[in-house]
């Protein structure tokens, strides 16, 4: 399959789907936790309203504070109170996201915790907020998980200053923890070490000390979300525009008979105008589109439409899967194929996407700003003058994206 752009024209791509007659398997990302805490005054449970993973009431923690968005939970006036989860959301060296609203009392010194699944000395992860020892910066929040002194991610806004605050955390494979206050952008990404598995206790407002409960936050809490995914950065602006949404569009299942899914936030790319190696498939078929060489891998965008995400292609680059039995990704029947995509140039001919051996596929191609050609001067597939990207033998068939364009069409 490539994905790619043979002219000198540039095409922007955000979305691609092949929607065909088969059953696809849900798509990967989803909120593992939610706790809205807008439970009555008098509450003793703070419930879970995704994972299930409710929490329990420990020491002097009430419901009924207004919040960000509906209520809140209050923690620390008249004793010490925290949330006790239990021993879930183990997460081991693997992506996962932590956001949460906090507000304090103004110029608030002492150190907080207002979320942890922590064993000292075993590790895990820690939010933490002012300095503990040689952890953390007065004002600042902080992301932990085991690393020593001078480890971790550390925002650069203050949230000791009595108003409210998102605080988002994101834990990527490796070790890289970066955190972000009121949406984007990352005010710190800093390498730490590996997350390991630990059995501590998730806990809102406190920590696990020996598998006891110790409270740690004096103020407000709302909104806590656990994400099973590294959000991405037009998420978590959107999470801050709007408090008590999740972000659902990473959690809807894939309709029946989506066969290929490419979205540009999952393009596999350092960050903003850097090279495209793979371009993940989500809908469950696993047809990514690679492109080994980086002299023809196309560029990630990260602002293109909407604050959206897109892939750029400038003529000479192209994204390819080889070996893709038809039944796979056509049917008999029908077949939908809808693209998202931009053409800044002026070519005549751009086939966008395509499958099959070349000559005998099945492709869209646009003729100037619109329409449908697959016309013997622009045959389906790839055709500039590169070795491997043309395929005429009748040998492999493969997938192909091919071009900029900006095209609507459907073809089976």
Not at 247 to 259: H, Q, W
Request: aromatic share 10%; net charge negative.
């Amino acid at each position: 399959m490539p994905i790619s752009k043979l002219h000198a024209s540039r095409l922007s791509a955000c979305t691609i789907l092949v929607a065909l007659c088969a059953t696809a398997g849900p798509a990967s990302g989803v909120i593992v936790a939610h706790w809205r805490f807008d439970e009555p005054a008098g509450s003793s449970v703070a419930v879970d309203e995704t994972g299930g993973f409710h929490g329990g009431v420990f020491g002097h923690a009430t419901f009924g504070a207004p919040g960000v968005a509906g209520g809140a939970l209050e923690l620390g006036f008249g004793g010490g109170g925290a949330i006790d989860m239990g021993d879930v959301l183990a997460f081991d060296d693997e992506d996962f996201s932590l956001v949460m609203w906090v507000k304090t009392l103004p110029g608030a010194t002492g150190v907080m915790y207002p979320v942890s699944k922590h064993v000292s000395g075993y590790g895990g992860y820690v939010v933490g907020m002012n300095t503990d020892g040689g952890y953390g910066v007065p004002g600042k929040a902080w992301f932990y998980d085991i690393g020593a002194p001078g480890q971790q991610a550390i925002s650069t806004t203050d949230v000791n200053d009595g108003q409210w605050h998102q605080i988002t955390c994101v834990y990527r494979q490796g070790g890289l923890l970066g955190i972000c206050v009121d949406g984007m952008p990352y005010e710190d990404l800093h390498q730490g070490p590996m997350n390991p598995l630990t059995a501590a206790k998730f806990v809102v407002g406190g920590f696990d000390n020996g598998g006891a409960i110790h409270p740690g936050f004096q103020g407000w809490i709302d909104d806590v979300q656990v994400y099973d995914h590294a959000l991405k950065p037009h998420q978590i602006d959107y999470l801050f525009a709007h408090p008590s949404y999740v972000y659902f569009d990473e959690i809807l299942p894939v309709t029946a008979g989506l066969r290929l899914w490419l979205r540009a936030d999952e393009a596999v790319a350092d960050g903003d105008q850097q090279p495209v190696a793979t371009w993940a498939d989500r809908s469950g078929q696993a047809l990514h589109v690679a492109q080994s060489d980086p002299a023809a891998q196309p560029r990630y965008i990260e602002r293109a439409l909407d604050w959206n995400p897109a892939v750029r292609f400038d003529g000479n680059d192209f994204l390819i899967r080889e070996n893709v039995a038809g039944s796979s990704l056509m049917s008999t029947d029908a077949a939908t194929v809808y693209v998202m995509a931009r053409q800044d140039g002026t070519d005549l001919y751009n086939t966008v996407l395509g499958w099959g051996y070349a000559t005998t596929g099945s492709s869209c191609t646009t003729r100037g700003a619109a329409g449908l050609s697959s016309s013997t001067d622009h045959p389906p597939g790839p055709e500039a003058p590169v070795p491997g990207r043309r395929r005429r033998d009748g040998t492999t068939p493969s997938i192909w994206w091919n071009s900029n364009a900006s095209p609507a069409c459907s073809r089976a």
